[in-house]
Nanobody, 116 residues
């Protein structure tokens, strides 16, 4: 059974930092493209950052220079380091695994709230 479990969310003041983690099980982690998405109330879910199996990363323009995605294949974990947080970063953040073999999986989501 595939599980993606996010942790590290919470409440932070503007300008602060948080690090999200997503621990995966039930997948061949190293083969998966991993991503972080977010959804604010009333908005569609949007991609924040993606890291491919080879380590190449992509970022949404809104987070470039502030967020860093990384992965530890030995721990089957993907991270999102978020610095210089802004109130507009407030959202539920979701971890996504895209397997070339078995398809797409989502975590349950974790709340990030940035106060002004």
């Amino acid at each position: 059974q595939v599980q993606l479990v996010e942790s590290g969310g919470g409440l932070v003041q503007a300008g602060g930092s948080l690090r999200l983690s997503c621990a995966a099980s039930g997948i061949i982690f190293s083969l998966n493209t991993m991503g972080w998405y977010r959804q604010a109330p009333g908005n569609q879910r949007e991609v924040v950052a993606t890291i491919f199996s080879g380590g190449v990363t992509n970022y949404a323009d809104s987070v470039k220079g502030r967020f860093t995605i990384s992965r530890d294949n030995a721990k089957k974990t993907v991270y999102l380091q978020m610095n210089s947080l802004k109130p507009e970063d407030t959202a539920v953040y979701y971890c996504k695994a895209n397997s070339p073999v078995t398809g797409i999986y989502w975590g349950q989501g974790i709340q990030v709230t940035v106060s002004s």
